[in-house]
């Protein structure tokens, strides 16, 4: 990586440095709530976007040209990796939908082993032509963990109770490891090929892990998690794990293997980060504080900053994906605040806001 790069605020970030200015990017920034995209998926369908890699370029970079957010990520979704395993998704407008849902033993063992590579070149094929456009903007690379496309795949879907998934935790505890485990190299593999196209950081999502006890997420989740982590440390690229719900787990994610932890909205930011010691953190305003007044915005805003003082390096984002709808103002005056902010200007949030 060169030094440019690596000295911009996200990245500088992510390795414990003190960056010029408090770096920011949000979760699904590259969505619904931009009036630009809305233009683009009147043209295409959400997997054509995802597909073509000139369209996902367009799409990754709107935002980039709108706000000057301190990073890109891929467009893409967690669930297009799957379709060369044999387990293709429609995706619908009341969510993804899986034909045949994965629960039987000739179920995961048909499974395909495929090459992300050759598979999914059109992934590879849109980061380098967004890695072109982006010059010294750092760009993100993301897949779903194994449990939370493990719970997809057993649930056919989304899920309210995650009844499908717990039961074959329950039940066929033996076939859940083996389909994390195989999940496990794949998503390993898929990460690795997107580092070798061009991506400077890597997420991995897990959005469901958050539903099991401590003693099943570090026995069924934790392995697979270290695994991918420690598979690609050689690589030198910062690694970032999001969990919704990860509260309950903090002592158990030290020992993730992330560089960062991405936190929701729930855990304080300033304790989290005292616990978690040299591991950076990203977060965590709620989603929905952006619909909000610009002085609420901009009063959150310089709150969790002043949290993330506490922390070996800390960069902003919400607590979870930017909701469709969000006012562009919002996003304007929470971008304006963070990038404002220095050491010591903040201003601490009520005890009963």
Not at 43 to 71: M, N, W, Y
Not at 115 to 133: C, H, N, T
Not at 326 to 343: D, S
Request: a negative charge; aromatic letters at 8%.
């Amino acid at each position: 990586m060169n030094r440019t790069l690596s000295s911009q605020p996200f990245l500088a970030a992510l390795r414990g440095l003190t960056p010029a200015h408090r770096p920011i990017w949000l979760m699904r920034q590259a969505g619904r709530y931009l009036p630009e995209y809305q233009a683009l998926r009147s043209k295409h369908s959400f997997i054509e976007i995802c597909k073509t890699p000139e369209v996902s370029c367009e799409a990754t970079l709107q935002p980039i040209r709108r706000f000057g957010f301190d990073a890109a990520i891929l467009f893409n979704d967690i669930l297009v990796p799957l379709e060369p395993l044999g387990a293709s998704f429609e995706f619908t407008e009341e969510g993804p939908q899986l034909e045949k849902p994965i629960r039987r033993d000739n179920q995961v063992t048909s499974l395909r082993r495929a090459d992300p590579r050759e598979s999914l070149a059109f992934v590879g094929d849109a980061i380098g032509m967004i890695k072109q456009e982006l010059g010294t903007t750092p760009l993100i690379g993301f897949a779903g963990a194994p449990f939370t496309l493990a719970s997809y795949l057993v649930e056919g879907g989304s899920s309210r109770d995650y009844r499908q998934i717990k039961h074959l935790l329950y039940s066929q505890p033996e076939l859940l490891t083996r389909l994390l485990d195989f999940l496990a190299d794949y998503v390993s593999d898929y990460l690795r090929m997107q580092i070798e196209a061009g991506v400077d950081a890597v997420q991995l999502f897990d959005s469901w892990a958050g539903i099991l006890s401590h003693a099943d997420y570090e026995c069924f989740v934790l392995p697979g998690i270290q695994r991918i982590f420690a598979g690609l440390a050689d690589t030198g690229v910062p690694r970032i794990l999001f969990l919704k719900g990860s509260a309950s787990y903090l002592d158990s994610l030290k020992s993730c293997g992330a560089d960062a932890l991405s936190l929701d909205w729930s855990v304080d930011l300033a304790d989290t980060s005292r616990q978690l010691g040299d591991m950076r953190v990203q977060g965590n305003l709620d989603p929905l504080a952006l619909f909000g007044p610009p002085a609420e915005i901009q009063r959150r805003a310089r709150a969790i900053c002043r949290a993330g003082d506490e922390a070996r390096g800390h960069v902003f984002n919400l607590g979870h994906g930017i909701l469709p709808g969000t006012p562009l103002q919002g996003v304007e005056a929470l971008v304006e605040t963070v990038h404002a902010y220095r050491i010591g200007n903040g201003i601490e949030l009520e005890k009963d806001a």
